[in-house]
Nanobody, 125 residues
Framework: QVRLVESGGGLVQAGGSLRLSCAAS????????MGWFRQAPGKEREFVAF????????YYANSVKGRFGISRDNAKNTVYLQMNSRKPEDTAVYYC??????????????????WGQGTQVTVSS
């Protein structure tokens, strides 16, 4: 089991920045690739960003590319999502998730075995 707890959500004005954190406990954190997803009211959960186990390149949804940055610190069992140049359409509950490295499709919700409870991010215009 991997337990994930997100933090750092809140209210931010459009154009502002926010950093989300996701702390992991349980099984060895560095064994898992990590993703961030978000879900707006009435919409399906969607992929935001992904980073593999060794903190190589990040991969991003087109809607956030160039504005968001994903990183991880395996010594601290934590993954981060730096969100810059926020837009009102970024308003959603943000979730971190862990998947085994062998699962190939990082954009798919179904590939991830463990999820946090989510943190609300609201961007005001």
């Amino acid at each position: 089991q991997v337990r994930l707890v997100e933090s750092g959500g809140g209210l931010v004005q459009a154009g502002g920045s926010l950093r989300l954190s996701c702390a992991a406990s349980g099984r060895t954190f560095s064994n898992y690739a990590m993703g961030w997803f978000r879900q707006a009211p009435g919409k399906e959960r969607e992929f935001v960003a992904f980073i593999n186990w060794n903190a190589g390149n990040g991969y991003y949804a087109n809607s956030v590319k160039g504005r968001f940055g994903i990183s991880r610190d395996n010594a601290k069992n934590t993954v981060y999502l730096q969100m810059n140049s926020r837009k009102p359409e970024d308003t959603a509950v943000y979730y971190c998730a862990a998947k085994e490295d062998s699962k190939p499709y990082y954009q798919l919700v179904s590939q991830y075995a463990y999820w946090g409870q989510g943190t609300q991010v609201t961007v005001s215009s």
